[in-house]
């Protein structure tokens, strides 16, 4: 009992036993290598497959529909060896033999094509393919594959990717090609009678591509020949260019990849933190972490690895694919979608609400006395300690003494005051998933405000426990001045004060142990040296003349108009005008 | 290269050589395909493997001496009828030219040699 084979051959259906058609296609193949140099080898190859199929059907009849090898070997013996056709033309070509063998040779490697070689194999041949597609010792490619495997394990990773995209030499003629031997009847008998035994089809639509060919040759016609020419150079700048494309594809797709296996196994760290104590942060420890780094490596290591792929196959010219790997990505792909979507969506639901809960710090400042505003270092941030930016100036803080707490920096503002008194406003903000939820986690935010004397007293940082997570907890400290109430804000909430207005256009951070003083117009600095003022200088301030301020004066003679007062001099005169301001 | 010099490698090089030659004889008649072309060389015993034709006949098309028109078949795949162009003819005609003086030449010089 044997395996037969369905081939189309010019057109006709034979039925084959395998190794008959192995002897069949291999004979082709030496038939198509003997006329590589003349023109019209196609045409010629389409001829002779056309006779061979009329011989062939000679041969079946209603008493016997396979062909066997017998009958392969008979209607080779009535077409002759591609050598007896050599001599054919070894006259026309005498003396020119050389050449003739060099040409021989550009032409072979420019046939050869990569393969695993499943004869001399350690795993699955690729080390050994590659080498004798290089003409070089497999030993090298080994080599190198082993150095990688000890640089992150990327020799690993890459021979397993060229495993599944490298197809392995099968086929005498696949072998042929993959060492560059020339494919004559010679080689491949040679190398037939050495594996005889061992050679098994690959199921390819042999026929259907000899078919394809033969009915091209019915509309080729000379004038053909110049689209042809055209088609040649294009086709070889476009594989220039596809080579180029691929080799970017695997660089990059490499590149994430390897970040990719970074962060599904806790590689690396963010600003200081392991990427898996970051990302409970968010997620708390109940998070079916794993669930979520299965779906993350299967929704974006699968088109990584696919872009891979893609370009090893560009680079290396291979054009097997296989749809069942398509098919099959493209699922996996899906399903980790699924999961990373469904999971990202159950944290950020923990974002929807936001409650503020404001409370007013019960005060009394005597509006005389100056008002200073402290922290008062409830948490003193350690050298080891962590922080990471959330939204903009947002802080949180890992805090290494007491890893189950995080901290983060509070907002303090200061604007004017509706009545004569100073009040003191907070406001705790935190995300969850309902109100009461949300205005839970905001309870349990940690922030105190508190009067001494004449002392504001306010927490360095507010803080809360790892397990309420992150969802956007903030604390804000709103502080209230009446006009004419002069206020210290100190050093030590320097990172704190957060958009404060100020008439002297002075940055947030620079505005710390300076007296301010609340006047109609907004905060004025009362103790700003004049270099804190050239800082601002090119800010677009606005200095607004008080003709009312005792200080100001307004001249107007036969020079112009000049205005004096304590922040700036204007003059206006026939020399244009001109604008100082004044430092104090 | 190597080249050993054997009979039956030197008597197919004889017919190779006037295969070309009668090739254009046989569509002189008038049009054929292949396996026709074949029958008849094989009765005149010129045929040395089928497959030197194909070639012969692709060569001798591309270099306009010959041209075809496609026929459907209903035994097998579609079949090429070759017919000869005037070019052809003329082609034939030099030929033919030249392998009467050849066969005169030689059979004269055998002759001589051998009546010595």
């Known amino acids: 009992m044997n395996k037969t084979l369905t081939i189309n051959l010019a057109g006709l259906v034979f039925n084959i036993e395998e190794g008959a058609y192995q002897l069949l296609k291999d004979y082709l193949a030496a038939i198509k290598n003997q006329f590589k140099d003349e023109e019209g080898c196609d045409e010629i190859v389409a001829d ?8 062939l059907k000679a041969k079946t009849h209603a008493g016997k529909q396979v062909l066997v090898d017998e009958d392969i070997h008979d209607a080779i013996n009535v077409m002759g060896k591609p050598s007896d056709f050599e001599e054919n033309t070894s006259e026309e070509k005498q003396g020119s033999s050389a050449s003739h063998n060099q ?39 080994r080599l190198i594959v082993v150095v990688l495997s000890f640089a992150f394990g990327w020799g690993v990773l890459l021979y397993i990717i060229l495993w ?16 560059g031997d020339p494919i004559d009847i010679n080689t491949i008998s040679q190398t037939i009678k050495e594996e005889a035994e061992q050679l098994k089809n690959r199921a390819q639509n042999f026929g259907n591509g000899v078919k394809v060919e033969f009915n091209s040759q019915r509309s080729r016609s000379v004038a053909n020949k110049i689209s042809n020419l055209l088609y040649t150079i294009f086709h070889g700048i476009f594989k220039v260019i596809s080579k180029i494309f691929g080799a970017l594809f695997v660089l990059f797709g490499t590149l994430f990849f390897v970040m990719l296996l970074l962060v599904l196994f806790n590689v690396g760290t963010v600003d200081g933190l392991s990427i898996n104590e970051f990302l ?8 079916p972490m794993f669930w979520f780094k299965t779906g993350l490596a299967m929704c974006v290591g699968i088109p990584l690895c696919m872009i891979v792929y893609k370009g090893l196959k560009l680079v290396l010219g291979i054009r097997t694919s296989y749809r069942w790997l398509n098919l099959s990505a493209g699922i996996l792909w899906f399903v980790g979608l699924t999961i990373c979507l469904y999971l990202s969506m159950t944290i950020l639901r923990d974002f929807s609400e936001e409650t503020p809960l404001k409370t007013q710090i019960a005060t009394h400042f005597n509006n005389a006395d100056t008002l200073f505003i402290k922290g008062n270092n409830n948490y003193q941030k350690n050298e080891t300690d962590l922080d990471f930016t959330f939204d903009n ?25 509706e009545n004569d008194s100073v009040s003191v406003f907070m406001r705790k903000t935190a995300a969850g998933k309902q109100k009461t939820e949300a205005s839970v986690r905001a309870k349990n935010i940690n922030y105190n405000a508190a009067q001494q004397g004449s002392v504001l007293l306010l927490d360095n940082y507010f803080s809360f426990v790892s397990t309420d997570k992150y969802r956007n907890q903030s604390a804000e400290v709103l502080i209230k001045l009446p006009k004419n109430k002069v206020v210290f804000l100190d050093n030590s909430l320097r990172s704190s004060w957060y958009d404060i207005d100020n ?3 002075i940055g947030d951070a620079e505005m710390s142990g300076k007296y301010w003083k609340m006047t109609e117009n907004g905060l004025t600095c009362l103790s700003c040296t004049e270099e804190d003022l050239k800082k601002s200088e090119d800010d677009d301030t606005e200095h607004i003349i008080n003709i009312n301020d005792s200080n100001a004066q307004v001249h107007i003679n036969k020079h112009g108009i000049e205005v004096h007062s304590k922040d700036a001099n204007v003059k206006i005169s026939a020399d244009g005008i001109k604008v100082d301001e004044k430092k104090k | 290269m190597k080249q050993t010099i054997n009979t039956e490698n030197t008597q197919s090089q004889m017919r190779k050589g006037v295969l070309e030659l009668c090739t254009l004889s ?26 030197t034709l194909y070639p012969l006949l692709t060569r001798l098309k591309n270099a306009n001496y010959l041209t075809y028109r496609w026929e459907e078949s209903t035994s097998g795949p579609p079949r090429k009828y070759y017919k000869l162009t005037p070019e052809g003819e003329a082609l034939l005609k030099e030929l033919e030219n030249t392998w009467d003086e050849m066969v005169d030449a030689v059979n004269k010089l055998l002759k001589e040699n051998k009546n010595k």
């Open chain 1, 503 to 505: 008439v002297n256009g």
């Open chain 1, 164 to 179: 599944v995209i490298i197809p392995e030499a099968k086929t005498t003629a696949e072998k042929l090609e993959m060492r």
């Open chain 1, 393 to 417: 100036d947002r802080w949180l803080i890992n805090n290494t003494v007491q890893p189950s707490v995080w901290e983060g920096r509070p907002r303090v503002k200061i604007i004017a005051s």
């Open chain 1, 103 to 141: 040409k021989n040779n550009n032409y072979t490697n420019k046939r050869r094509r990569v393969f695993r070689d499943g004869d001399n194999k350690v795993l699955g041949g690729v080390c050994s393919g590659i080498a004798s597609h290089f003409d070089i010792d497999p030993l090298w490619i």
């Open chain 1, 280 to 287: 409970q942060a968010f997620t708390g420890s109940e998070f």
């Open chain 2, 26 to 51: 046989v569509l002189a008649i008038g049009e054929a395909y292949p396996t026709e072309i074949i029958e008849q060389l094989k009765s005149s015993k010129m045929m040395i493997v089928e497959g």
């Open chain 1, 48 to 55: 002779i497959e056309a006779r061979l199929a009329e011989l």
